[in-house]
């Protein structure tokens, strides 16, 4: 709960003090997962996924980026879907039973994008970001059984990590621009919260991803005060005056 917390903090704290450009992004894609480090309840790994190939799943992504240093830096804000399929293996003294859980999760994620190189409309970045997942569904298949993850509650419904990676984007105009991402997440490892007592593993995840960038809106530079001389013309008539009185009398004498 205490993590969830900090994730909201951070993101109202963001909303709040950023008065940047805003820019939106939609995208999809594919990824595989496995696990990392499990430990049954006594201590031992007894999972085994050699000779297992990574299944591709979809993914869908959008959210909301902020601008925070020249449109170099960037604040992400987003939300995920991911489906993953694992395949793996009970080891149980000497006999392997093959198993297959498919794991679909909802995630929120906090993160920043950075510029690394930039080449007229291309630039190449790099990221990171902290997430949490949350399960939505699950299944463990194995040896013609079927058991519901979720509604037993013999797996963790939530996960926190990071992720980290690169992508190239490129800026079609003004408004628009198209992203490849290349992600890997990794998941803190944690006794399992939610269901096997003792529990341990890390959700390993590796996905690419391609979108598009939207500009919402764009600070808007305030023009500079020109700054008004205001002359001040005095008009002596004192010296027209003398003169018309000059030429009245002369015009005088001369009749």
């Known amino acids: 709960m205490k993590k969830v917390q900090y994730i909201i903090t951070l993101v109202l704290f963001v909303f709040t003090v950023n008065t940047h450009s805003q820019e939106i992004f939609v995208g999809s894609g594919f990824s595989s997962a496995t696990f990392l480090d499990y430990e049954n309840s006594e201590g031992e790994n007894t999972l085994d996924d050699s000779g297992f190939s990574k299944v591709k799943q979809p993914l869908l992504e959008s959210g909301i980026r902020f601008d925070l240093y020249k449109q170099r830096v960037k604040f992400d804000l987003g939300l995920h879907y991911h489906k993953y399929e694992i395949r793996t293996a009970f080891i149980a003294g000497e006999i392997r039973i093959p198993t297959t859980y498919n794991l679909s999760y909802v995630g929120a994620k906090v993160g920043l994008k950075v510029d690394v ?132 009398k002369n015009k005088g004498e001369n009749d």
């Open 117 to 248: 190189l930039r080449w007229k409309n291309f630039g190449l970045q790099g990221h990171v970001h902290l997430f949490h997942d949350w399960l939505v569904s699950g299944t463990n298949e194995y040896m013609d059984q079927r058991v519901d993850l979720y509604n037993d509650n013999t797996m963790d419904k939530g996960l926190m990590g990071f992720h980290r990676g690169f992508g190239l984007e490129y800026k079609v105009n003004k408004k628009i621009a198209c992203y490849i991402n290349y992600n890997i997440a990794t998941s803190f490892k944690e006794a399992n919260q939610d269901s096997n007592e003792g529990e341990a593993y890390s959700l390993d995840a590796r996905s690419i991803r391609v979108g598009v960038l939207f500009t919402l809106s764009k600070k808007k530079k305030k023009a500079p005060v020109k700054k008004t001389e205001t002359k001040t013309t005095t008009t002596t008539t004192t010296t027209t005056t003398t003169e018309e009185e000059e030429g009245t």
